[in-house]
């Protein structure tokens, strides 16, 4: 192999391994039969709104670090459930799934 050829995949090497330093885990929440007003994934008090499938609420994004988690089940007149996720990193590739039962969140495991 000549020397251009062996940089040339050693530059399309560096952003796989770029990738592979940190982690898009799946986040899911199971609401059950309640009707929330909206679930929001947070990592370091930066929101992500979660995405409503049928049976879950849903989110997936990077985490390239040490972090704390939750997320916020939000409901009318202003209550709301958290699922403490504690800190996550890089190396937990999750799924985190949890599920809301009457006004708590347990983790489904």
């Given at each position: 192999?000549t020397?251009?050829?062996m940089?040339?995949?050693m530059?399309?090497?560096?952003?796989?391994?770029?990738l592979a330093a940190?982690?898009?885990?799946?986040?899911?929440?199971?609401?059950?039969?309640?009707?929330?007003?909206?679930?929001?994934?947070?990592?370091?008090d930066d929101?992500t709104?979660?995405?409503?499938?049928e049976?879950y609420?849903?989110?997936?994004?990077?985490?390239?670090?040490?972090?704390?988690?939750?997320?916020?089940?939000?409901?009318?007149?202003?209550?709301?459930?958290?699922?403490?996720?504690?800190?996550i990193g890089?190396?937990?590739?999750?799924?985190?799934?949890?599920?809301?039962e009457g006004?708590?969140?347990?983790?489904v495991?």
């Amino acid at each position: 192999m000549t020397m251009g050829g062996m940089m040339k995949r050693m530059a399309a090497a560096l952003p796989l391994a770029a990738l592979a330093a940190c982690s898009s885990p799946e986040f899911t929440v199971d609401v059950g039969d309640t009707d929330p007003t909206g679930v929001m994934l947070n990592i370091n008090d930066d929101p992500t709104i979660m995405s409503e499938n049928e049976d879950y609420y849903y989110a997936s994004t990077a985490v390239d670090d040490e972090q704390q988690a939750s997320i916020t089940v939000y409901y009318r007149g202003g209550a709301e459930i958290e699922c403490d996720l504690g800190r996550i990193g890089p190396d937990d590739s999750g799924p985190f799934r949890y599920r809301i039962e009457g006004d708590r969140c347990v983790e489904v495991e």
